[in-house]
């Protein structure tokens, strides 16, 4: 019985082997208990990030197409710069002059209107089409989302300048003020959406 009780103090303490038992009294006939012991093994620990916790990191491929969408996409945003700053030009001529205003401002703002059309509209199939190759991304979603939306905006302002004020604005100066003023307006919106995407779509 003495030896059971030393035991069980012996197990509060620690370890517990054949050197830390008491010898029994000779009188005593209960037999001694002997626990041998070994080193606990070392337990799991499961990091954040790791295989087994958490899995591994996805990883997302974008298709060729992607990049060469992305490409035309971009040489595309490039060339309406220069389209831009010719139908201000030819555009400011017309604000002031309607109908007497030089035949090169003409031609050139019809010009150049059909160039943006068909840029815009270029821009908007790759873009969207972009927008949602890269869905699962999530880097820069925010970004690319708030892109495609103001240049859909934009795409709104130029239609609605082209198609509804163009030829209103021949006939009517407030017209031709709102047609300037929206022209102006979406202009503004693509070049800040675009030099946005420039600096910090990395």
């Known amino acids: 019985m003495f030896a059971f009780v030393a035991l069980l103090a012996s197990l509060g ?15 005593d006939s209960t037999p001694t208990i002997v626990v041998a012991t070994s080193p606990a093994p070392p337990h799991s620990v499961f990091r954040a990030g790791s295989d087994s916790a958490q899995g591994r990191p996805k990883v997302i491929e974008l298709s060729d197409w992607y990049y060469r969408r992305l490409t035309i996409h971009r040489w595309v945003a490039y060339g309406t710069l220069p389209v831009f700053a010719a139908q201000w030009a030819a555009g400011q001529r017309l604000y002031d002059d309607s109908r007497a205003a030089p035949t ?15 840029g815009f509209t270029v821009n908007t199939v790759t873009g969207l089409w972009n927008l949602w190759d890269s869905r699962s991304v999530s880097q ?53 959406s675009g030099l946005a995407m420039k600096l910090w779509n990395k």
């Open 140 to 192: 820069g979603r925010t970004l690319r989302t708030m892109h495609a939306v103001s240049m859909l905006v934009a795409d709104g302002l130029f239609t609605y300048a082209g198609a509804k004020l163009s030829d209103e604005a021949e006939q009517s100066a407030d017209k031709r003020q709102l047609h300037r003023t929206i022209a102006l307006s979406g202009m503004g919106l693509a070049v800040a």
């Open 13 to 27: 303490s620690g370890a517990v082997t054949s050197d830390t038992l008491p010898a029994a009294p000779a009188n």
């Open 104 to 118: 090169w401002a003409k031609t050139t703002h019809r010009v150049g209107a059909t160039l943006l059309a068909g």
